[in-house]
């Protein structure tokens, strides 16, 4: 079950974040659904079980908890239907092996999340399934990169690291128009911002571990299908056995409440440290979407509503040691993986590595930012102190 009956589309997106998933079949009369652990589900008699005639029969197959989540994310994505998966990671291959086979060709984003390059470059490619990697720029273009093996196409806007925009609804309507299957990994934006179903897209991936979890404390990952997909992904996720965690997908729930007034608050301190850090004269450019000066800015506009707390920045001339120094003098900023929790983080990017259709090329290192929910005025007197220590030593 996976439909969104207790969704109302004529609601607005931070009222329809608080009801979603809350059918009173799963909630009873509380207010959130039972976490319920479960493999065995019991059966009154023999032939109840042959008939599989209830709605539940084996842990693995959903419980009203997953159910809730399920319907939850399917209505966020406005879409048939959605699955939920141990990780992010794991969305992405189960949303890949749902619809290749031995002998397709993928088209898919140069910027795309690492591990899912390494996923094509290894597995799909020990499967028998080419992977073209194509310049995010490239919009209606991409239609001279298919052949008579091209079944797929993958996107990710904007890109992972370096914050590329892409023409979502041309690269659509080119593989439509061809009878591909088009995926995209929207954990950046998450359906608040930017629904992908809506632009063409069959298969919406999100990483639930960042925006939907919030609190860097769970992984998670979803996949919702337009009804031209769903069977076939309904069917595959079934198949090889995928199911989240209990717990874990009440952390998801539990999430998604809050999603719409966290993503705001992020976007707007994003926005503000962002701009403070275009006017320093050591940055030579801000990657993020959001700001008018982005080249990806006109299109983000024309299709999204809104931008995560996500972005990088580029440092004019530094050497890898001095943004080191700059990482490492931060306090309010923590350094790891991952991201779209309420703490803010800073990483060192090396994105050159990932990088095969469109070479990286970049004024000095790059630093990514992930800004929580503290003051932003807080965060950037931080990262102020920052550069005066990294100042300090020079090289
Ligand atoms: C983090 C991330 C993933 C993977 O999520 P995990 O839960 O860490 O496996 C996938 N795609 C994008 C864009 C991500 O940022």
Not at 312 to 324: D, H, M, Q, T, Y
Not at 371 to 389: M, S, V
């Amino acid at each position: 079950m996976s439909s969104a009956s207790d969704d109302d589309k004529r609601l607005h997106a931070a009222t329809r974040l608080v009801r979603m998933g809350r059918a009173k079949d799963l909630t009873g009369p509380f207010v959130n659904p039972p976490v319920i652990h479960a493999s065995t589900v019991l059966f009154d008699s023999v032939d109840a079980m042959l008939d599989r005639r209830q709605r539940y029969v084996y842990g693995r197959r959903g419980t009203p908890t997953s159910d809730a989540l399920e319907q939850a994310v399917a209505a966020f994505e406005d879409a048939a239907g959605a699955v939920l998966c141990p990780s992010g990671l794991s969305a992405v291959t189960t949303a890949l092996l749902a619809c290749l086979s031995t002998g397709d060709r993928i088209l898919m984003v140069d910027t795309v999340y690492g591990p899912v390059r390494h996923f094509a470059d290894t597995v799909l490619k020990r499967l028998g399934v080419a992977t073209t990697y194509y310049d995010p720029a490239i919009g209606a273009g991409i239609a001279s990169l298919f052949d008579e093996r091209t079944t797929a196409v993958f996107l990710e806007a904007p890109g992972s690291l370096t914050f590329e925009m892409q023409d979502v609804p041309a690269i659509a309507a080119v593989a439509r128009e061809r009878g591909a299957t088009v995926l995209m990994d929207n954990t950046w934006a998450t359906p608040l911002f930017f629904k992908p179903l809506a632009f063409g897209v069959d298969l919406s991936i999100q990483a639930g571990t960042k925006y939907i979890g919030g609190h860097s404390d769970v992984n998670l990952g979803t996949v919702a299908a337009g009804p031209r997909l769903w069977p076939k992904l309904k069917e595959y996720h079934g198949t090889v056995g995928l199911c989240a965690a209990p717990d874990d997908i009440y952390l998801g729930l539990r999430g998604l409440r809050t999603l719409a007034v966290r993503l705001e608050r992020q976007m707007q301190s994003a926005l503000q440290v962002a701009r403070w850090l275009a006017a320093r004269q050591e940055v030579a450019r801000v990657l993020y979407p959001a700001l008018e000066t982005d080249p990806g800015h006109a299109l983000w506009k024309r299709d999204m509503s809104g931008a995560s707390g996500l972005f990088g920045f580029v440092l004019a001339g530094w050497s890898e040691e001095r943004a080191k120094r700059l990482i490492d003098s931060l306090s309010l900023f923590g350094i790891g993986a991952s991201w779209g929790g309420f703490e803010s983080l800073a990483i060192l990017a090396r994105p050159k590595a990932y990088r095969t259709a469109v070479p990286y090329e970049a004024e000095g290192p790059l630093v990514r930012l992930h800004i929580g929910l503290e003051e932003p005025a807080d965060l950037i007197a931080d990262l102020d102190a920052a550069f005066a220590r990294a100042a300090e030593v020079g090289d």
